[in-house]
């Protein structure tokens, strides 16, 4: 992956810039595709325990909806969109699995969670921008200070955690990925859902030979991903 960035290849938004580039410009970049150019996530991603905990979770196989592979920086940018707090509208249930590929404490872009928020919400809390937008990247953001009127501070819960080690969020609830301080953060992100993200025609594709490299019960828990 940090191959990757430096070289500049491979990155989302049509980015050809190397990171140190980037940086100065973005709080973050991403890895276009994960799944096709960094095979090494395959073994995380098809973990049978984690299809074990999703499943468990839906009562049924879900599958997987996106793969995200984010590099965080340490910038003087204001915060952007992700940074901001916001409930995901992905899916009425929703599931993220958050690996840290770093150490990561309260200055390193903790995942931050408001607790309970998942099923308590406040009037007006999706809607759309100024500008009526309603797709999935421009729905409403909210300010810290609003998420800490309205939940209290003692609500607002900084997952901090070591390399390797696993988190898992229900992000119909609101959260934002903090903004780093004092370090990058490198975190691998997983989304699983009963059903293709907004009800649409998938967009995360896979190799067909690591397709039929993996069992039925990995299989059935590709399928909302696009076989190349």
């Given at each position: 992956?940090?191959s990757?960035?430096?070289?500049?290849?491979?990155?989302?938004?049509?980015?050809?810039?190397?990171?140190?580039?980037?940086?100065?410009?973005?709080?973050?970049?991403a890895?276009?595709?994960?799944?096709?150019?960094?095979?090494?996530?395959?073994?995380?991603?098809?973990?049978?325990?984690?299809?074990?905990?999703?499943?468990?979770?839906?009562?049924?196989?879900?599958?997987?909806?996106?793969?995200?592979?984010?590099?965080?920086?340490?910038?003087?940018?204001?915060?952007?969109?992700?940074?901001?707090?916001?409930?995901?509208?992905?899916?009425l249930?929703?599931m993220?699995?958050?690996?840290?590929?770093?150490?990561?404490?309260?200055?390193?872009?903790?995942?931050?969670?408001?607790?309970?928020?998942?099923?308590n919400?406040?009037?007006?809390?999706?809607?759309?921008?100024?500008?009526?937008?309603?797709?999935?990247?421009q729905?409403?953001?909210?300010?810290?200070?609003?998420?800490?009127?309205?939940?209290?501070?003692?609500?607002?819960?900084?997952?901090?955690?070591?390399?390797?080690?696993?988190?898992?969020?229900?992000?119909?609830?609101?959260?934002?990925?903090?903004?780093?301080?004092?370090?990058?953060?490198?975190?691998?992100?997983?989304?699983?859902?009963?059903?293709?993200?907004?009800?649409?025609?998938?967009?995360?594709?896979?190799?067909?030979k690591?397709?039929?490299?993996?069992?039925?019960?990995?299989?059935?828990?590709?399928?909302?991903?696009?076989?190349?």
């Amino acid at each position: 992956t940090e191959s990757l960035l430096n070289q500049g290849k491979c990155l989302w938004q049509n980015q050809t810039a190397p990171q140190q580039e980037i940086r100065k410009t973005k709080n973050f970049t991403a890895i276009d595709q994960p799944l096709l150019n960094v095979k090494s996530l395959l073994p995380i991603v098809f973990h049978e325990d984690l299809i074990t905990l999703a499943s468990h979770y839906y009562g049924s196989l879900p599958s997987v909806g996106g793969v995200n592979l984010r590099k965080s920086f340490v910038t003087d940018l204001s915060e952007q969109t992700t940074e901001i707090f916001h409930a995901d509208p992905n899916s009425l249930r929703f599931m993220k699995f958050f690996f840290y590929l770093n150490d990561v404490d309260e200055d390193g872009g903790p995942f931050c969670i408001v607790k309970g928020s998942f099923k308590n919400k406040f009037e007006g809390w999706n809607n759309s921008d100024e500008n009526g937008l309603d797709t999935a990247w421009q729905y409403k953001r909210w300010t810290h200070e609003q998420i800490e009127d309205i939940y209290g501070k003692e609500n607002i819960k900084y997952i901090t955690a070591n390399v390797g080690d696993l988190i898992i969020g229900n992000t119909v609830a609101f959260h934002r990925g903090t903004k780093c301080k004092k370090n990058d953060r490198l975190m691998l992100t997983v989304h699983v859902s009963p059903h293709t993200e907004f009800f649409q025609d998938p967009v995360f594709k896979m190799h067909k030979k690591d397709y039929n490299s993996l069992n039925d019960l990995q299989k059935g828990y590709s399928d909302h991903l696009i076989k190349i």
